[in-house]
């Protein structure tokens, strides 16, 4: 009796001391912020939940945005075991463990088993096969999460198993809420202080956050730690404590600490622009800088190699086809060998592209094209251009006066747009 008194101490304890996104982590889905396409009244996964049905799943969505938090839900309201399985520091041999564990569970007690793969992208998809067996007999419900598309990063044949849930950043004033409950929540947060929180302190908290709750709160929690007290007046004139949150004591810990490196805020759009104007005015050293401004502050090297392959196609283009290889050559290193080592890669790119010719001819001719079908959108296409895998659509003129083109003699004079737009020439550039 009295080990488990003492155990039960320390777990409060170890409760108490945890980081405060853990602490105020919901508890239930009523208490679940956002996301309401997924869990709202009415949504698949709550009707799932209700019917006590519950898939493999994967969520797929940015940091903070509720994926860990909702397994332990879904695993509270079916009455199942959660075991949380990081895909980066485990492998086959802890899952086979897991495995017979769930085994043994589900044959002597019947008791469910939720396995809860964080990053589950980290696992390549030979590694991903091991789960296979596992979901298809029901051994365990397999929830995964991750912040990549699953379409390319989670083995086809277990992704056909699993329902994909999209989570979305959180908004501001969803963030802001959160932040609210943590302020006045007396068991799992600062309720038991006393705030003077001046305007625009946790609204600002929730717009650099960019819809990452644990960022959020990790901020809130920084700012009320590194926040003296101060001796106020009360009752009577008799001193009592107080923290005020001020707006500058965020600002500060926020170059301090590169919360996400402000990926809402204003400088981080003002470099990537500087980064962008610089490539498009051929001056590699210029770009370069604004590289590793970016990556040393914190960027993810997948969102910069994104906005290079955008560029490649958008201001180089036909000018130079190859600026498109180097770029995707780039992010796919980026991928595969992350930071620090992708630096190098990404900046060869970044040189490449400063230093190539520019056009923006696809990218006019295709803001005319996205006007174009606005207007044309429900044009039909021309019968010689339809499909004929019928006789009745022969019949109808499917087809007919269709010239095919390696088969004829000489130039063809023949139309391929809608009656409508017939003549249109979105590019400048001949063939």
Same mark, same amino acid.
């Given at each position: 009796?009295?080990?488990n008194?003492?155990?039960?101490k320390a ?9 405060l996104?853990d602490r105020? &982590?919901?508890?239930?889905?009523d208490?679940?912020?956002?996301q309401? /396409?997924?869990v709202g009244?009415?949504s ?5 939940? *209700? ?11 940015? @940091?903070g945005?509720g ?7 879904v ?14 520091s ?6 086979? =463990?897991?495995v $017979?564990?769930?085994?043994e569970r589900?044959?002597? !007690?019947?008791?469910?088993? %939720?396995?809860? =793969? /964080?990053?589950?992208h980290r ?6 096969? $091991?789960?296979?067996?596992?979901v ?6 397999l ?14 044949a ?11 950043a959180l908004?501001?004033?969803e963030?802001?809420s ?9 068991e &799992? ?11 625009g302190?946790l609204?600002?908290?929730s ?16 700012t009320?730690?590194?926040?003296p007290?101060? $001796? ?10 107080? %923290? ?19 990926r809402?805020?204003?400088?981080? +759009?003002n470099?990537?622009?500087a ?6 005015g051929?001056?590699p050293?210029?770009?370069? +800088?604004?590289?590793g401004?970016?990556l040393e502050?914190g ?8 906005r290079? =392959? ?5 201001? %180089?283009?036909?000018a /130079? ?5 180097? $770029?995707?050559a780039a992010?796919?290193?980026a ?10 890669? #990404?900046?060869q790119a =970044?040189? +490449? ?7 923006n001819? #696809?990218y ?9 079908v ?6 039909p296409?021309?019968l010689? #251009?339809?499909?004929? @895998?019928?006789?009745?659509?022969? *019949?109808?003129?499917?087809?007919? /006066? +269709?010239?095919y083109?390696p088969s ?17 020439? !979105? ?5």
């Amino acid at each position: 009796m009295s080990t488990n008194l003492f155990q039960f101490k320390a777990e409060k304890q170890l409760k108490k001391e945890a980081p405060l996104p853990d602490r105020m &982590r919901p508890r239930s889905i009523d208490e679940f912020v956002g996301q309401t /396409d997924v869990v709202g009244q009415g949504s698949m996964l709550r009707r799932l939940l *209700e019917n006590d049905e519950v898939p493999s799943m994967i969520f797929w969505g940015p @940091p903070g945005t509720g994926k860990t938090t909702l397994a332990r839900i879904v695993a509270t309201m079916t009455e199942s075991r959660f075991v949380q399985f990081s895909a980066v520091s485990s492998g086959v041999a802890e899952l086979r =463990v897991v495995v $017979a564990e769930a085994q043994e569970r589900l044959s002597m !007690y019947g008791s469910r088993t %939720i396995l809860f =793969v /964080d990053e589950i992208h980290r696992w390549n998809k030979a590694q991903q096969d $091991a789960f296979l067996p596992h979901v298809e007999n029901g051994t365990v419900v397999l929830i995964g999460a991750t912040t990549e598309n699953p379409s390319f990063e989670v083995n086809a044949a277990l992704l056909s198993r699993c329902k994909v849930f999209v989570l979305s950043a959180l908004q501001p004033k969803e963030i802001e809420s959160l932040l609210d409950r943590a302020v006045g929540d007396r068991e &799992r947060g600062f309720g038991q202080v006393r705030f003077e929180i001046e305007d625009g302190v946790l609204s600002f908290i929730s717009e650099v956050a960019d819809g990452d709750a644990r960022a959020a709160l990790s901020l809130l929690e920084m700012t009320v730690k590194s926040t003296p007290e101060r $001796a106020v007046r009360a009752v009577a004139d008799k001193p009592d404590r107080m %923290i005020k949150l001020e707006l500058k004591t965020v600002r500060n810990l926020i170059r301090r600490s590169h919360l996400r490196y402000d990926r809402g805020g204003e400088e981080h +759009y003002n470099i990537i622009s500087a980064l962008h104007k610089s490539l498009r005015g051929s001056d590699p050293d210029a770009a370069l +800088y604004w590289l590793g401004r970016m990556l040393e502050a914190g960027e993810g090297p997948l969102y910069v190699a994104r906005r290079l =392959v955008r560029f490649a196609s958008e201001d %180089i283009g036909l000018a /130079d086809p190859n600026a498109l290889v180097q $770029a995707l050559a780039a992010f796919d290193a980026a991928h595969k060998l992350g930071l620090p080592e992708c630096n190098v890669c #990404l900046a060869q790119a =970044v040189v +490449y592209l400063a230093r190539a010719p520019k056009s923006n001819e #696809l990218y006019v001719a295709y803001e005319q094209v996205r006007k174009d079908v606005e207007l044309a959108q429900n044009d039909p296409v021309p019968l010689h #251009l339809r499909n004929a @895998p019928t006789g009745l659509m022969k *019949e109808l003129g499917y087809g007919r /006066d +269709y010239v095919y083109n390696p088969s004829a003699e000489g130039p063809v004079d023949q139309d391929y747009l809608p009656q409508r737009l017939k003549g249109r020439h !979105y590019l400048k550039s001949k063939p």
